[in-house]
């Protein structure tokens, strides 16, 4: 069943490349390919997929995310919507996908719908991914509406306890309920999208429960359950968060 989800994903990524994209991927991967063999950089073609920060806030305290130790040592802020719009226009005939989120959490920009909105009207495919605490009614329909493709889903723990030791502040519960909230809004509005992905960052205190989170999200209709590997700054001098399992460690 999730193979066929997957092949859903796949077509709505396929179905949006142009002539124009498609030939900007061969340049780009040409020129990649033809950089290794040569020893030197060699530049066609434009990004084919980009990654755009719509806030540096978050409302969690994940110890090993900037944006959760408020530790950033650039600007921080909302994503200038003017800005966003020039980018995307000058990339908006080569550019393949596009990733809103970095660090921050994206929900918490006042337009994110809009944003979305507006790159999916430009033909583009369009993925972020969030700690859905901010999955209510609302949000859960303009983005929706706005044409987002994939949603990823950080769910770090089957229970409060796991949850927590990652993601300090988070309420499980609401990310349930996030996750309950926008598949019911999928079949509400009788919508493809978004392709959903519970993303489960592997830690010491969660490890034991990979098994269960799959289960978890093929209970509640989840689309795809991914696994990562979770970035440990000062790892030398070890840390509670590192797996014991080395196949869960970077």
């Not at 997929?49 to 978050?58: A, G, N």
């Not at 991914?129 to 329909?141: I, K, P, V, W, Y």
Request: with cysteine; net charge neutral; glycine share 8%.
């Amino acid at each position: 069943m999730l193979g066929v989800k997957n092949l859903n994903d796949n077509y709505q990524f396929v179905s949006k490349l142009t002539l124009g994209k498609i030939a900007n991927i061969i340049k780009v991967t040409s020129s990649y390919y033809l950089s290794k063999l040569r020893g030197k950089a060699i530049i066609w073609g434009l990004p084919i997929s980009l990654s755009i920060e719509p806030t540096t806030s978050c409302n969690l305290r994940c110890p090993e995310c900037p944006s959760g130790l408020r530790s950033f040592t650039r600007p921080t802020g909302m994503l200038d919507e003017a800005i966003f719009k020039k980018v995307i226009d000058e990339l908006s005939g080569e550019l393949s996908y596009l990733l809103f989120y970095f660090q921050g959490e994206p929900f918490l920009h006042s337009k994110f719908a809009d944003l979305v909105s507006y790159a999916s009207s430009k033909g583009i495919y369009t993925a972020t991914s969030t700690n859905a605490h901010f999955l209510d009614d609302e949000h859960c329909r303009q983005i929706i509406n706005a044409g987002l493709d994939r949603l990823i889903i950080s769910i770090d723990g089957i229970d409060q306890e796991s949850y927590e030791s990652y993601r300090i502040g988070g309420d499980l519960e609401k990310v349930i309920a996030g996750t309950k909230n926008i598949i019911r809004w999928k079949k509400e509005l009788n919508a493809k999208g978004p392709h959903l992905i519970f993303q489960f960052l592997v830690v010491k205190p969660n490890e034991h429960q990979v098994d269960a989170v799959k289960k978890l999200g093929a209970e509640l209709g989840v689309d795809e359950v991914r696994l990562k590997t979770a970035q440990i700054y000062d790892y030398k001098s070890g840390s509670d968060l590192i797996p014991e399992n080395e196949k869960y460690s970077r």
